[in-house]
């Protein structure tokens, strides 16, 4: 990702805001590769839904007094027609307007995944950036513990493709409104009594949003935050059942999880099942993937009721993770390099690179500079550097017997060989990776 100073007098992206370039994109097109094929296998379908939107849509979503609503939107007014707007910040609110806007639920269950930027005005740090990516999971229609273990499934599933170790699992429940209701009250009660121990972002929020002091990271206020009233402990029958339900699946799945009693997560459209992946290797924002279950908020937002779970996972923290982890990841690389000695050859060169490409065949043609081919030499540096694994030598020799030069560049051999170009559909397959 490009963060180079600009040059006195130009133009620069946002500060945050960064371009991805080769070859570091192909690290991007690999990591998008992989999640299309896994969302494919649980049947779990694209959406892709706008990056501006209302702004009351994350107010009424989010909630007034989320960190994200209070300091970290780019809202502005629309000029034309004096309409709030604001780039998205998270994508779970957009796909649940979309889904209601189109009665999507009409006959049945939907299950969705997205991929694509967000933004928050927030302070750039490592895997952290004002445009960021995230890739989400939606399932919507369903309200069991089922969906839930399934959808954390889909993403350990994940970091097995992506060759991840060391990513851990945590799970909490919140309940239901009223059972949350009761310990909100419990929990500024405690609270009042220690206000002494509070940091003043904890004040802030002792009235307006005191579950998310449990998630603080002040250690002055660990001792404080562990002996606090636990959510958990106010659960009714049917909140414990859908929790134990989960617990149930992902002990029969092998998948190792940790009961976190403070983990309540950063939006207030949450109930019941929340869960965290987190990995020690990205520092101390350690999270790569949240979610939980969101059973409320397609009515809070004007649509018919109906049940949801999801997740997301920060794109730039899972390929800075995949990096630190020396996960192997395939170069952008073309299968083969096109040298052309003489231009008056281009007609014929480029009718048998058409012809292979159509086969599927990856293919980089040398390109005039406008002052002639350069040499072969050159060419053969620039075919080398390319990372392809076959140079094609169109050669006047070579055309002269309607033929074209296929050369070995990666095994060391540097085998070469010649082969008919009124055949290339027979041998073009033998080039591809």
């Known amino acids: 990702m490009a963060e180079k100073p600009a040059k006195a007098g130009s133009l620069a992206a946002v500060k945050g805001m960064?371009?991805?370039?080769?070859?570091?994109?192909?690290?991007?097109?690999?990591l998008e590769d992989k999640v299309r094929s896994l969302m494919t296998r649980y049947a779990y379908r694209n959406i892709r839904t706008p990056i501006v939107e209302p702004t009351p849509l994350f107010v009424r979503s989010l909630g007034e007094v989320t960190d994200i609503v209070e300091k970290e939107m780019y809202s502005f007014e629309d000029r034309l027609n004096g309409e709030q707007l604001t780039l998205r910040p998270e994508n779970t609110a957009g796909v649940v307007r979309a889904v209601a806007e189109h009665s999507l639920l009409y006959d049945g269950g939907k299950r969705l995944y997205y991929m694509g930027p967000m933004f928050r005005h927030e302070r750039p740090q490592?895997?952290?950036?004002?445009?960021?990516?995230?890739?989400?999971?939606?399932?919507?229609?369903?309200?069991?513990?089922?969906?839930?273990?399934?959808?954390?499934?889909l993403a350990d599933a994940l970091w097995k493709e992506l060759g991840l170790q060391g990513v851990r699992?945590?799970?909490?429940?919140?309940?239901?409104?009223?059972?949350?209701?009761?310990?909100?009250?419990?929990?500024?009660?405690?609270l009042e009594k220690n206000a002494s121990v509070l940091d003043e972002e904890a004040k802030r929020r002792l009235h307006s949003n005191p579950l998310r002091i449990l998630d603080t990271k002040n250690p002055a206020m660990q001792a404080l935050v562990d002996a606090a009233p636990k959510l958990i402990d106010f659960l009714g029958e049917a909140s414990l059942a859908h929790f134990n339900g989960l617990r149930a699946m992902l002990d029969a799945n092998g998948i190792a999880y940790r009961i976190n009693p403070r983990l309540v997560r950063g939006m207030d459209y949450y109930n019941l099942s929340v869960f965290e992946f987190i990995t020690d290797s990205l520092g101390a924002q350690g999270t790569i993937c949240a979610g939980g279950r969101y059973d409320y908020l397609i009515e809070q937002i004007g649509g018919k009721p109906a049940p949801a779970v999801g997740w997301a996972l920060g794109v730039e923290r899972v390929l800075e993770l995949v990096k630190a982890s020396g996960a192997p990841i395939p170069a952008a690389?073309?299968?083969?390099?096109?040298?052309?000695?003489?231009?008056?050859?281009?007609?014929?060169?480029?009718?048998?690179?058409?012809?292979?490409?159509?086969?599927g065949v990856s293919v980089q043609m040398h390109a005039s500079s406008g002052e002639g081919m350069g040499s072969m030499k050159s060419q053969f540096k620039r075919a080398d550097a390319s990372g392809a694994r076959y140079a094609l030598v169109f050669g006047g020799d070579e055309l002269a017997q309607g033929a074209?030069?296929?050369?070995?560049?990666?095994?060391?051999?540097?085998?070469?060989?010649?082969?008919?170009?009124?055949?290339?559909?027979?041998?073009?397959?033998?080039?591809?990776?």
Request: glycine content about 8%; hydrophobic content about 40%.
């Open 333 to 359: 690389a073309p299968d083969a390099y096109a040298i052309v000695p003489d231009a008056t050859a281009m007609p014929v060169v480029l009718r048998s690179l058409q012809t292979l490409r159509a086969a």
């Open 404 to 433: 074209v030069t296929v050369k070995s560049l990666r095994d060391g051999s540097g085998a070469q060989v010649q082969r008919p170009l009124d055949q290339v559909d027979a041998w073009g397959a033998s080039l591809k990776a």
């Open 169 to 190: 699992l945590e799970i909490n429940s919140l309940g239901q409104p009223e059972e949350r209701k009761q310990h909100r009250a419990e929990l500024i009660a405690y």
């Open 18 to 30: 960064n371009d991805i370039l080769p070859p570091d994109s192909a690290a991007w097109e690999w």
């Open 126 to 153: 490592r895997g952290r950036y004002r445009q960021f990516h995230q890739i989400g999971a939606e399932a919507l229609g369903f309200g069991g513990p089922d969906v839930d273990a399934e959808i954390i499934l």
